[in-house]
């Protein structure tokens, strides 16, 4: 072999190494974790959208797909290990873990149950007692809406027999516009927003102020919690400093979420605002074990469960949320 | 094979049904999927005794009923004068059937919220959501059956000077009919899931449709499989009726 030719040959060889050595150099590669969101893309998400679009979920090594699907899917997916995590209303941990799905709660998102009642103001109900011999709207007699609404009759003292309750669908403004029910039951940041939207002036009875029932959160299942606790520590701490991060500045968040909510005005600034005080908390995504006691009985009253789980401790826990509080 | 055939009817459906359960328990057992994915049907079964026996069952199913049937006979009502006119009227045909042949382009999933709201009764609007979906089937097999008389048909009864109404009586109907059945078999089974369409998106219906959301929110996957075999019984009833008709109403045909 002629001498210029091995040079080229070995400038040849040198070149492919370090190509070789750039490629293992690059950063790792992201986990990807579909996230059934529980609802269609919406601002009340941007302490979600916030974490994404400031790289807090991407430093943690992990690339977010929201999934806008129904929640009870997202529940049956973390269940059947399917999907690591999805959001879902607390009431659904327990209904879940009553038919034996593994599924374990480990961030309270909402602090507050969100369902409210809502009246215009002329009829007169501010307090739950006021409901008494009244028509309220449902969009049925299923869901956390018909959930949040026994619990409130239940801690208030009201019986049910005593308030008229129909099923409206999802159609909580138009049939309180038409005056066809007296109130209706929805979600606080959702119909009030919407009706004070539409100049009408409301009574909104908040679920929360009377009992504190478990709402909105993540949930992942035992085999990640035992096999890889490490990739739920990394989503959770993510996902609260997206949170606090949103709390801290909703403006700059609202502006995010028009990113990833089509057709997202300035009009839907309200929902955000709303849903705020329901997210605060000395601790942020804290659950309260006494607040799964309360759903739990609330469940066992409206005959949704027929006994009270064997292990309620087991549905949820602060590990995770603890060690990732983000910083000040 | 030739011994099985000759076994009495209920045997063969007996041993068919029993080897779909066994199928289906070794689906459940091979492919190792928990109770609230894909219950046994034990786990089914035994959902069963409970709802069957707490009365839940049947005043979920008698509900649905009442709208599947008046559903059936109200779309079969509406669409056998109305196919006979467009079997018998090119004009009326150039007229109509391109709206109805695109009507069907229309997923009723879409439009039936919309009819709980132009139909003010509850009941009526999902009942009228099954008289939709069993139309089209009933009416294309009226024409088709109307068209089947073969023309010399026509001729011979022209010939021995027969009125409208004796060649509607005595030729087109009993021609047309056994097409005009199948049609009706085939709306039968299509009317279950047209009510149920309809209890999905109306509330105040305590129907099956009801009961399967209900087991879905309470991850009763195994009441959903209840509330499934049932609507599939009801259908599989409404089949049986259909042909029980079917077989008195062409004796005629096996007596040739």
């Known amino acids: ?328 | 094979m030739e011994r099985l055939r000759e076994q009495p009817i209920w045997l063969t459906t007996a041993i068919s049904f029993l080897l779909l359960l066994l199928l289906w328990e070794a689906v459940t057992v091979l492919g190792g999927y928990d109770r609230f994915i894909l219950p046994g049907p034990a786990d089914v079964g035994q959902q069963f005794l409970i709802v069957a026996t707490d009365g839940r069952l049947w005043r979920h199913t008698l509900i649905t009923v009442s709208e599947v049937v008046p559903g059936l006979l109200l779309g079969f009502g509406i669409a056998t004068p109305l196919g006979y006119l467009l079997a018998k009227s090119p004009l009326a045909e150039r007229l109509l059937s391109p709206y109805l042949i695109a009507s069907q382009a229309i997923p009723v999933i879409a439009i039936a919220p919309l009819l709980t709201i132009w139909v003010r009764s509850t009941f009526w609007s999902r009942v009228l959501v099954s008289v939709i979906v069993v139309f089209f089937p009933i009416l294309i097999n009226v024409i088709a059956g109307l068209r089947s008389v073969p023309t010399e048909l026509y001729e011979l009864m022209h010939s021995l000077r027969a009125s409208q109404w004796q060649i509607f009586r005595k030729l087109e109907v009993p021609a047309a009919l056994p097409i005009l059945l199948a049609g009706l078999k085939v709306g039968a089974t299509l009317s279950v899931i047209g009510a149920l369409v309809g209890e999905f998106v109306q509330p105040k219906s305590q129907g099956l449709g009801y009961l399967l959301v209900t087991a879905r929110y309470q991850f009763k996957t195994d009441l959903v499989f209840v509330v499934l075999l049932t609507l599939a019984a009801i259908a599989l009833a409404m089949y049986g009726m259909v042909a029980l008709l079917e077989r008195r109403l062409l004796r005629w045909q096996e007596n040739e």
Request: negative net charge; contains cysteine.
């Open chain 1, 1 to 328: 072999m002629s001498r210029p030719l091995t040079i080229l040959l070995l400038a040849l060889l040198l070149f492919a190494a370090g190509c070789a050595a750039e490629t293992a150099e690059a950063p790792a590669e992201l986990t990807h974790i579909r996230l059934p969101m529980g609802f269609v893309a919406d601002p009340q998400y941007a302490p979600f959208y916030v974490a994404v679009e400031k790289g807090y979920y991407a430093e943690e090594g992990l690339e977010i797909e929201f999934d806008y699907s129904f929640e009870t899917d997202g529940i049956a997916l973390v269940g059947a290990n399917e999907l690591p995590f999805a959001i879902v209303s607390g009431e659904q941990v327990i209904l879940a873990r009553a038919q034996e799905l593994p599924v374990v709660y480990v961030l309270e998102w909402f602090q507050d149950f969100p369902i409210a009642v809502v009246s215009k103001e002329e009829a007169g109900i501010s307090e739950p007692q006021d409901l008494i011999g009244r028509s309220v709207g449902l969009p049925g007699f299923f869901g956390a809406s018909y959930v949040g609404y026994v619990g409130l009759l239940s801690a208030t003292g009201v019986s049910p027999d005593e308030v008229a309750a129909e099923e409206i669908g999802f159609t909580q403004v138009e049939s309180l516009l038409a005056g066809q029910v007296d109130a209706v039951v929805g979600y606080a940041n959702n119909e009030p927003v919407q009706l004070r939207a539409q100049g009408e002036a409301i009574d909104v009875i908040h679920v929360a102020h009377y009992i504190d029932m478990v709402a909105n959160g993540i949930i992942t299942n035992e085999t990640t919690i035992a096999e890889n606790p490490e990739l739920v520590h990394r989503l959770v701490r993510a996902t609260l400093r997206g949170l606090a991060d949103t709390l801290a500045n909703p403006e700059e968040a609202y502006e995010i979420s028009k990113q990833y909510v089509e057709g997202l005005d300035d009009s839907r600034m309200a929902v955000l605002e709303a849903s705020l005080p329901m997210w605060e908390a000395p601790v942020l995504g804290h659950t309260d074990p006494k607040s799964w006691e309360r759903t739990q009985d609330v469940l066992l009253e409206m005959g949704l469960i027929d006994a009270p789980l064997a292990d309620l401790e087991g549905a949820y826990t602060n590990d995770f949320i603890r060690d990732n509080q983000p910083e000040e």
